[in-house]
């Protein structure tokens, strides 16, 4: 109940609430621009009913994602008052970028798109929404390079007399590996995030019968973009295994409950018992189903490679940064990558089953009567991810520079966090609570709410508009 440990909390159950929006927003604004573009194109309005209806389910999540995204920064200067003075110089830029280019390009546009229909011309109207999921990724980057600075921090130094990391190098800040390899994974994400969704929804309706001629595409087109989403959110998660292993070989055999180093590293399928490395050799700790070199192969692709393990990492950085316990919570860090790369195997499977299955009346399969529940699968793959990425990091908060006991605010008390912990969490509780009941009743309403809800129900004529 220490201020640390509650500042932590409040800190991660923002994220956690707050990713439930972002990967949705990132991935469903293409869909909705795609969908825009089919229709002034081909003037059928199935495209422009697909369009609305999907329109509405983002424009809901956008909206609530918004609100729950800005106190995160807040909290900065609230809770982490001494991480903001060491690296405000760095961790600043990309932050004010992201708020001045990316997020007002994203809302602009946005509201063009919602209000403009009719009355500004189409091209000025398609030009909007592709703009506004422009501007939503470009928002996801700039704080992806960010944390990706906090992950592996490039183009400082060190201002002995402050004693403060100051920005020398702002190019090796925005081409940093780690940002960009997050980038490609997050996006990725978003992707089948919203490729799942739709499935999910579309399937719903595909079992009642209501509006196949609007949802049997949408299912279609978002198989297909489901598998590749699913398949480039694994590369680039490999991509990731590579880079931690090189950055943050910690982290790596923290995932993994390595203990020894070996050569070849074997990959833990299921370890039953201990994971804290503290329980005597009788411990069923060392109960653990493995694969052979598969470990090795994931660090290097090679299967002969050495991967050190934690007890070997954890006395290095003894002799390298003192004294202390540089291990993370390794129970975290072992299930939830488990978590995240059981569903998201998961999800290639459903998706390449889904495409298949398109290719004849699977309308009426037995099976599509469970589809709308695989819409949570990307959630719990999302914040798995997060979780691991954040607690694999752990005790640092810049990996290298500074730990995350010495962020915190110093003035804060038990107190005043049990206060604000408390009404986050209720107030954001609400607001996923809010966002749950209105994506269910649109979802559910239909296309003909959505279009019955338009600003202007009856689309122009092809020769109307400039």
Sequence with gaps: MDPMTLSRWQFGLTTVYHFLFVPLTLGLGWFVAYMQTRYYQTRDENYRKMSKFWGKLFLINFAIGVVTGIVQEFQFGMNWSE???YVGDIFGAPLAIEALMAFFLESTFLGIWIFGENKVPEKVHLAAIWLAAIGSNLSALWILLANGWMQHPVGYIINEVNGRAELVDFFALISNPKGWVFFWHTISAGLATASFLIIG????????????????????MAALVGIIAS????????????????????????????WETS??????????GDLTGKAEIWSLRTSQIGIPGVLSFL???NFNCEVKGVNELQAEYEALYGPGDYIPLMVVTYWTFRFMMTVGLLMIALAAWFLWATRGKYENAKWMKFVPWVLVLPYIANASGWILTEMGRQPWIV?????????????????DLLISLIGYVAVYGA???????????????GPDAAMHESVDVAPALVGSQD
């Design 299 to 301: 660090a290097c692709n």
């Design 83 to 85: 991480y903001s003075r």
């Design 201 to 220: 929804v579309s399937a719903y309706h595909i079992i009642r019968k209501q509006h196949l001629e609007v949802f049997k595409p949408s299912f279609q």
């Design 231 to 258: 398949v480039l959110v694994f590369l680039g998660g490999h991509e990731q295994g590579q880079f931690m292993f090189r950055e943050q070989p910690m982290k790596f055999s923290a995932i993994e409950a390595h």
């Design 399 to 415: 990996q290298g520079l500074l730990k995350v006991e010495d962020a915190v605010s110093p003035n804060l008390t038990t107190v």
């Design 431 to 445: 607001l996923a609570g809010a966002m749950f009941y209105l994506m269910k009743k649109y979802a559910i309403a």
């Design 263 to 272: 050569a070849p590293a074997d990959f833990s399928i299921l370890t039953i």
